[in-house]
């Protein structure tokens, strides 16, 4: 008969392959949260074979026009388009070069798909980029600035600012909780600068969201309720505005 020791063993070793052979798709500290299904990085999410293809194609007529920002961590740069592309005009939207055509890029294109905000995705040739085609994304261009660049709120009172902050934190997540709810995308990454505003006077009349990238976009639940989403969203910003 096997001993205790042997059988504990072997409990713990069969628990260690499963954990290697299905890694966790949600990050540890989500768990708690039954509606994040995955990362939009994992197969769950880019479960039809055309989500693989969405780099597939060679895009032409394609000007660049303004850097908008350097390379970062999750891309190569972001740039305005020159001239028209589609029938939009370049400067109302944003191309960003990504580092590969891996899961990680696959998600965000088609998340932006999913949020009706993806214009083109593939693979670009342009030597003042780089020698070799790269893969990019085509997304339109949101409306609004950071609430900390604009002139109103620097120009304010500390309590105005607070205020203002206040209202920008509640839009916020209000979108982040109708986007959920309605194309069962959840944007996590939720630092000032990915929430564009709109002012009147001192006034948060409205926000866009950007960046669906990883790793803080995911896949929720069709049965996910808007209230659940939206305090969810709040409290994650409460917690840390509290330990900064």
Known sequence: MPSLRY?????????????????????????????????????VFLNDPKDKELFSTTLTGVKLGQRLTPRGKYNAGLYLLSGTYKGHPGSSLVLKIMKSTDNAALGEAKALREIGDLVASGMLSDKLVSRQPVPVIIMLKKPGDVLSTTKAYKEANVAIKEQMRTQTNKLKCEKVASLAVTKHILHLDNHEGN???????????????????????????????????LNFCLQRLKSKAQSA
Not at 13 to 33: C, E, F, K
Not at 205 to 220: C, K, Q, W
């Open 7 to 43: 059988i504990v063993f072997v409990l713990a070793s069969s628990l260690l392959l499963i954990a290697h052979a299905a890694p966790l798709v949600v990050p540890r500290g989500l768990l708690g949260t039954t509606w994040i299904e995955a990362s939009i990085s994992s197969d």
């Open 195 to 229: 929430g564009l505003v709109t002012l009147s006077g001192t006034t948060v009349a409205s926000l866009e969201l950007i960046d669906f990238g990883v790793p803080d976009t995911f896949l929720v639940g069709k049965s996910v309720k808007e209230v659940d989403v």
